[in-house]
């Protein structure tokens, strides 16, 4: 054939192209390794944000930018992972309408959110479900089978065949954007069960801790690439009864962060951070000193007991709280910021922090006190860009 040479010369360029493209990042999974995570073969540090919104917004096509906006801008500010929320059950804009039924305009903007996220380097951590009414959660789970307590959740069966079919649902999606199915993407660095777990009626922690065993493995039964957290915000429990001290408040919700996580198929510990919520009638230096106690013992008991990876995955300080400074809140995020460095530094089990919450330009009706526009964010924007870039280049191959 009188083109045979050029064609073997184009199939090899592209046999090599195929090759670069499989041993970049963009193609493989988060793992972990011990206390940390791997990319790649090198460890895996990431700072990053949550905007639980970005669904919401990829769902309208003339709100898209917002998505891309905000993902563009996180990168430039160093900031390497998303949560978000894979739910909206019921109400007047679901993606569940009811049970085993989906709205695919609102599936198509989460197909847009992962499609952008891989486009921008940006790795996703989607929560399942959420423990309060907001965008449905358990109350709208027990609503649909005719209950009446929420905490029946966690164990009457109908319901957990309800929430096993959102998983299954969710994980085996095809995005409509990539034609790459969830569970196969390695854009999302994580499953999340369920956002903030509380069980008030079993402060034993046995009701949850057998539910996240038994989702668990099944999430695991469907997507064995993916890791896996529970959604915990920290607070200690039964298994260590010396630890409950050190919960705001002696706040017990049946959550155990010790029990909880040493189960197998959980790959690494949450902590959510909100001294100001938690601790109301204390003042600034007070929640100051519980929040540098709560960050040091998580990260020394992820590393010590539970021996896996942990990321602060919910934090912040609200202006509209009384006695609010600038200056406190840029020390807030400087305790969490310097304590998950210090772990990493040492290779320990700190390995990333994500903000409460990242908003785009125009979204005034989400601001909860919280959030920060990355463009306008002033003292704090640079702290976290410096922050989050520093930590970033303990990525050593």
């Known amino acids: 054939m009188k083109n045979r040479g050029v064609i073997i010369q184009v199939l090899f360029l592209l046999t090599l192209i195929g090759l670069k493209h499989v041993k970049g990042e963009d193609g493989l999974f988060i793992s972990r390794k011990g206390v940390q995570f791997m990319l790649n073969g090198v460890e895996f540090y990431g700072n990053g944000f949550n905007a639980y919104w970005l669904m919401h917004e990829g769902s309208i096509p003339s709100e898209r930018q917002k998505v891309s906006n905000t993902f563009q801008q996180a990168v430039n500010y160093g900031l390497t992972i998303a949560r978000t929320w894979a739910f909206s059950d019921g109400g007047s804009q679901p993606l569940q309408s009811s049970p085993g039924v989906y709205n695919e305009q609102m599936f198509q903007g989460l197909d847009f959110v992962v499609s952008e996220a891989k486009k921008y380097g940006i790795k996703l951590i989607l929560s399942l479900v959420n423990n309060y009414k907001d965008y449905g959660g358990r109350p709208q789970y027990i609503q649909w089978a005719h209950l009446s307590n929420e905490d029946d959740f966690y164990t009457n069966p109908v319901v957990k065949g309800f929430y096993k ?15 790459v199915a969830y569970k196969d993407d390695p854009t999302i660095m994580a499953w999340e069960l369920i956002n903030e777990p509380r069980c008030s009626s079993d402060s034993s ?141 040492k290779r320990g089990s700190a390995s990333g922090g994500l903000l409460w919450q990242v908003l785009a330009e125009g979204m005034d009706s989400y601001r909860d006190g919280y959030e920060i526009v990355l463009k306008d964010g002033g003292s704090l924007g640079t702290l976290i860009s410096e922050e989050s870039h520093k930590l970033s280049k303990l990525r050593k191959p």
């Open 165 to 179: 079919n959102h998983i299954k649902t969710v994980l085996t999606r095809v995005n409509t954007f990539t034609k």
């Open 205 to 345: 922690g046995k009701t949850l801790q057998n539910w996240v065993a038994e989702m668990a493995s099944y999430v695991k039964s469907i997507d064995p690439n993916h890791l896996l957290e529970i959604g915990l915000e920290g607070f200690y429990g039964a298994s260590t009864p010396a630890k409950i001290p050190i919960n705001p408040n002696g706040y017990r919700y049946g959550t155990d962060f010790i029990a909880n996580n040493q189960i197998p198929g959980i790959d690494f510990a949450t902590v959510h951070s909100y001294p100001d919520q938690w601790l109301q009638n204390s003042d600034g230096n007070a929640q100051l000193t519980f929040l540098k106690q709560w960050v040091e013992k998580h990260i020394e008991d992820s590393q010590n007991i539970i021996q896996k990876p942990v990321i602060f995955a919910e934090f912040g300080k609200s202006y509209k709280v009384s006695g609010y400074s600038q200056a406190d809140r840029d020390q807030f995020y400087r305790i969490i910021y310097s304590d998950i460095y210090a772990s990493a530094s």
